[in-house]
C-alpha cells in the first residue's frame, strides 16, 4: 500500500523549493510531513511552555489576523511576548507555504493562528472540537468548505 505520507527532508522553513509530486500529493489527501523542521523558542519564550499560559476559560491562545491576542493570561507584558512568539510562527508558516505552493499564495485567506500549551490527549472534548484528531486547517465546528486557510501574518 502507497503511504499517505510525504517525509520532507527540510529544516528550514523558507527556501523549501516545492515539487510537483508533492503537489500532487497533497491535493490527493496525503499529508506532508516534515520531521527534522523545528519552531525554535528564544530563550525567553520557553516560559509560554506551560498550560497556565492560557486563560483556563479558553480552549486555546489565538491571533488574530489584526494582531488581536485572545485566551491568554498574564499581564499586558507577557501578553504582548506571547502575540510575538505566535506572529513568527505564522511568519515561518507562511514562508513555508510561499516556498512549497507558490501558486496557492493568492488563494489564501487569512484567518487566526492558534497556541495549546496544554495536553490535550486526556482532555475531554466535543467531536466538533477535538484537538486529538488530525486536522490540517478546519474542524467540524469551523468547516472551510474546501477553502485553504493557513496561517496569514497581519
Same mark, same amino acid.
Given at each position: 500500500?502507497? #503511504? /499517505?505520507?510525504?517525509?520532507? &527532508?527540510?529544516? /528550514?522553513?523558507?527556501?523549501?523549493?516545492?515539487?510537483?509530486?508533492?503537489?500532487?500529493?497533497?491535493?490527493?489527501? +496525503?499529508?506532508?510531513?516534515?520531521?527534522?523542521? =523545528?519552531?525554535?523558542?528564544?530563550?525567553?519564550?520557553?516560559?509560554?511552555? =506551560? %498550560? $497556565?499560559?492560557? &486563560?483556563? +476559560? #479558553? =480552549?486555546?491562545?489565538?491571533?488574530?489576523? $489584526?494582531?488581536?491576542?485572545?485566551?491568554?493570561?498574564?499581564?499586558?507584558?507577557?501578553?504582548?511576548?506571547?502575540?510575538?512568539?505566535?506572529?513568527?510562527?505564522?511568519? /515561518?508558516?507562511?514562508?513555508?507555504?510561499?516556498?512549497?505552493?507558490?501558486? @496557492?499564495?493568492?488563494?489564501?485567506?487569512?484567518? %487566526?493562528? !492558534? @497556541? =495549546?500549551? !496544554?495536553?490535550?490527549?486526556?482532555? #475531554?472534548? #466535543?467531536?466538533?472540537? &477535538? $484537538?486529538?484528531?488530525?486536522?490540517?486547517?478546519?474542524?467540524?465546528?469551523?468547516?472551510? @468548505?474546501?477553502?485553504?486557510?493557513?496561517?496569514? !501574518? %497581519?
Amino acid at each position: 500500500m502507497e #503511504s /499517505q505520507i510525504i517525509e520532507i &527532508d527540510a529544516d /528550514q522553513w523558507q527556501g523549501v523549493a516545492g515539487r510537483p509530486e508533492w503537489t500532487a500529493g497533497l491535493e490527493a489527501g +496525503k499529508v506532508l510531513f516534515f520531521p527534522r523542521l =523545528r519552531f525554535e523558542f528564544l530563550p525567553e519564550e520557553k516560559a509560554f511552555l =506551560r %498550560p $497556565d499560559i492560557r &486563560d483556563p +476559560k #479558553s =480552549r486555546n491562545i489565538s491571533l488574530n489576523v $489584526d494582531g488581536a491576542l485572545k485566551g491568554a493570561a498574564g499581564d499586558a507584558a507577557t501578553q504582548a511576548a506571547l502575540a510575538r512568539m505566535i506572529g513568527r510562527f505564522r511568519e /515561518q508558516a507562511n514562508a513555508l507555504i510561499a516556498g512549497l505552493l507558490p501558486h @496557492y499564495v493568492p488563494a489564501l485567506r487569512p484567518a %487566526p493562528t !492558534s @497556541y =495549546r500549551p !496544554s495536553q490535550v490527549e486526556t482532555r #475531554s472534548q #466535543s467531536w466538533r472540537a &477535538d $484537538d486529538r484528531r488530525l486536522h490540517v486547517d478546519s474542524f467540524p465546528s469551523r468547516p472551510n @468548505y474546501g477553502g485553504m486557510r493557513p496561517a496569514k !501574518s %497581519p
